[in-house]
């Protein structure tokens, strides 16, 4: 009977350390499906994502004040913001096009679909 007893302590603390561990596992899978990946359009704020775009591709010239001819700058997240769907209709043009932006070459598809992805979220900052 005591036998038993120190058996089913036993299994039941079994039981809760394995749960545990479970729920822990499932925890972070979640939330590293929720990274902004490389290739990975979810989760976009002008934080983890756009000011860095703008910043290697943009600030350049569109600096504050702005350099090259630029017409205005991109430096803030105010001003970045409000030319967001501005700078996606620059950025989506194709090389040589008039206004494509960067006057270099068409940054990558997903660059520009992360841009997208901002927008459609709505524009968080953070
Ligand atoms: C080498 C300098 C340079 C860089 C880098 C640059 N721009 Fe520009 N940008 C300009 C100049 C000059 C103009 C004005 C002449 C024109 O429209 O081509 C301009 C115009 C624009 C316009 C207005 C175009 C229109 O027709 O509405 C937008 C929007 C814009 N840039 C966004 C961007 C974005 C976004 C980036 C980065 C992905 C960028 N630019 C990078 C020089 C630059």
Known sequence: ?????????????????????????????????????EG??????????????????CVGCHNDPPRNGAPFALVSFQQVSARANNMLSAMSRQNGAAGAMPPVGRLPQNTIDQIQEWIDNGLPEN
Request: glycine share 4%; with cysteine; charged share 25%.
């Open 40 to 57: 990975d359009t979810d989760g976009i704020t002008y934080e983890n994502t756009v000011r860095a775009i703008v910043q290697n591709n």
């Open 1 to 37: 009977m005591k036998k038993a007893k120190l058996l089913m302590i036993l299994l039941s603390a079994f039981c809760v350390w394995s749960c545990t561990n479970d729920s822990e596992a499932d925890l972070v899978e979640i939330e590293q499906e929720q990274g902004p990946d």
